[in-house]
């Protein structure tokens, strides 16, 4: 049973990420009275860019194409730490919740500095706004990590993530989690370029964060971009799950399909986000992102006492 846990994990950390792209997708359209796009959409994007050729400018090095390839595999990586609903995560350790976060920050290098290996301005433009709001959304990260880590007693992912499913009702510091949850969710709008803190299907050249870091690159190493970041929202919300819906049925069968199915829910909630609020102006970014550090910071306090 632990192994075919761990085929399950592999298989919907590889498999089920587009399909919450194409979730968010028709939840937006549905808010605009739209059809909108097949769920399944990203999955024949995909193909379609694996089959293409790729133009690269001939000022470019090794670092433009490696990126999205290191991008994508040190995700992959961090999703490999995460525990998926009530099962554990394929590898754990003590103190693997620092190299997840660095997994991310790894990868975040990667992207910005094959924007920068094109020598565009304007890619520069995007790549000071990607890692000045990055400053303000790993605070948040490890805030909300101390509140597990003084909750399970625990320095790993797996233990850290699972103590609110274990601890009786009574003794469970909800005002935290709701806190924690609150700025990690803002967390996870800002690491994946949705609105509020950025528009992924924006063309305004002012607005753009991390879409205009990926404009140069095309083919295949565009659709490697494209599922790294569809891999990233799946990671970062089976670890807002955690905090959302810590429960568990002790069935097997059940426990994935809840899973699935909180996951999707996730991708809706982001979808109505969308829907329902406007991008903020750049300037107030920041302050969004700190008011994320604030919530986690509140709710470690509130550990505290």
């Known amino acids: 049973m632990y192994f075919i846990n761990i085929a399950m994990h592999v298989v919907l950390l590889v498999v089920m990420p587009p399909l919450l792209l194409g979730i968010i997708g028709r939840t937006k359209a549905w808010f605009a009275g739209r059809r909108g796009p097949p769920l399944l959409q990203l999955y024949f994007d995909l193909l379609r860019l694996m089959g293409k050729g790729m133009v690269i400018s001939t000022t470019t090095s090794w670092i433009f194409q490696a990126g999205p390839i290191i991008t994508l595999a040190v995700v992959l ?52 706004r990607e890692v000045t709001f990055a400053c303000l959304s790993e605070p948040a990260l490890f805030l909300g990590f101390l509140v597990l880590i003084k909750l399970s007693g625990t320095w790993s992912l797996t233990p850290m993530l699972h103590a609110p499913m274990t601890m009786a009702m009574p003794s469970l510091p909800v005002a935290s989690l709701v806190l924690v949850a609150a700025g990690l969710f803002v967390v996870l709008l800002a690491e994946n370029s949705r609105i509020p803190v ?21 083919g295949p ?85």
């Open 77 to 128: 990586m961090a999703g490999m730490l995460v525990p998926l609903g009530a099962f554990s995560a394929p590898i754990q350790f003590a103190g693997d919740l620092v190299l997840f976060a660095y997994l991310l920050g790894l990868g975040r290098f990667f992207t910005t500095t094959a924007a920068w290996d094109t020598g565009s301005s304007f890619e520069g433009m995007g790549v000071a």
């Open 198 to 218: 950025d528009d992924p299907a924006t063309h305004l050249e002012l607005t753009m964060i991390h879409e205009v870091m990926v404009l140069d690159h095309s």
């Open 221 to 305: 190493l565009l659709g490697l971009i494209l599922y790294g970041a569809a891999m990233k929202i799946f990671v970062l919300s089976a670890v807002l799950l955690h905090l959302i819906v810590p429960f568990q049925t002790g069935h097997v069968l059940l426990d994935w399909t809840l899973f699935i199915l909180e996951i999707m829910g996730v991708a809706v909630l982001i979808g109505v986000v969308e829907s329902v609020m406007a991008r903020l102006q750049m300037r107030h970014v920041p302050t969004l992102l700190v008011g994320a550090i604030l919530l986690c910071g509140f709710g470690f306090f509130l550990m505290l006492r």
